[in-house]
């Protein structure tokens, strides 16, 4: 028994290890789409890149382009995948040459991405999404991120200055870019609970308009983890475990006591 209790630390970190898994590259088909609006809300111009495949499980896609009154110089997005989980992170680097104040362009960058199925349906599963600026110059007054789950695999997009519906368990944050530590508030933002449906399609948007200056640089970094709650029921069920074996051990140290 004795020998038994000091393997309990390796049994748990065998168990969890097992049962999580590390993160891996996502593999999955990308589309990222920038679109530039006018105060008069017509399409300005608008820009698609696809990247990313079951084959090659790059589970990255990057983005490089002038869009109208934008020039994007880096548009990053990297989805990883884990039992419980399916994250993606974005890096988005612009710059804004264009008229500020009221008559300011509007700026939407969509990044979709299918073929997931972690977490495995049913389970319950929340969206939580966090943003922070990378670098200041280029201010705007209003910044929307919003991330959501779409049954099925997507393949396109709508037309263009339009988001896709369908979404469930959709976060959506709120906030300015500029000299602020956290483009969101608050930061995180959770979004409500709903049932995961497997395949299924992560879909992140970002709407960046009012801006106060133009010909400088701003860049921010966002995130989106879709995860089932409250953890893994694997998971939930090997560390509710343990106690019981230590437990059972301990009582049967105590009868063989009472023997003796």
């Known amino acids: 028994m004795i020998r038994f209790r000091k393997c309990l630390p390796?049994?748990?970190?065998?168990?969890?290890?097992?049962?999580?898994?590390?993160?891996?590259?996502?593999?999955?088909?990308?589309?990222?789409?920038?679109?530039?609006?006018?105060?008069?809300?017509?399409?300005?111009?608008?820009?698609?890149?696809t990247g990313g495949s079951a084959a090659d499980g790059s589970g990255a896609l990057t983005f490089n382009s002038s869009v109208g009154n934008f020039s994007i110089t880096l548009v990053t997005n990297i989805a990883t995948t884990g039992p419980g989980f399916t994250a993606a992170s974005q890096t988005l680097n612009i710059t804004y040459?264009?008229?500020?104040?009221?008559?300011?362009?509007?700026?939407?960058?969509?990044?979709?991405?299918?073929?997931?199925?972690?977490?495995?349906?049913?389970?319950?599963?929340v969206i939580t999404s966090n943003g922070s600026p990378s670098t200041s110059g280029l201010a705007a007054t209003n910044v929307t991120m919003t991330s959501g789950v779409i049954a099925g695999n997507v393949l396109?997009?709508?037309?263009?200055?339009?988001?896709?519906?369908?979404?469930?368990?959709?976060?959506?944050?709120?906030?300015?870019?500029?000299?602020a530590s956290s483009v969101l508030t608050p930061n995180p933002i959770t979004g409500a609970s709903f049932a995961i449906v497997n395949p299924f399609s992560f879909y992140q948007t970002y709407t960046i308009s009012g801006f106060a200056n133009s010909g400088l640089a701003g860049s921010l970094s966002a995130g989106s983890t879709v995860s089932s709650v409250p953890a893994p029921a694997g998971l939930v069920l090997a560390l509710a475990g343990l106690p019981v074996l230590g437990a059972a051990g301990w009582m049967r140290r105590r009868k063989a006591a009472q023997m003796a």
Request: hydrophobic share 45%.
């Open 97 to 125: 040459n264009g008229p500020t104040g009221p008559t300011s362009d509007r700026l939407i960058v969509e990044v979709l991405g299918n073929m997931f199925t972690n977490p495995t349906a049913p389970a319950v599963s």
């Open 156 to 179: 396109a997009l709508g037309a263009a200055g339009t988001t896709l519906g369908g979404q469930l368990g959709t976060s959506t944050g709120t906030g300015s870019m500029g000299n």
């Open 10 to 49: 390796l049994v748990a970190a065998v168990a969890v290890a097992a049962i999580l898994g590390a993160p891996t590259r996502a593999r999955a088909n990308f589309i990222i789409r920038a679109t530039d609006i006018t105060s008069g809300n017509v399409v300005n111009a608008s820009v698609t890149q």
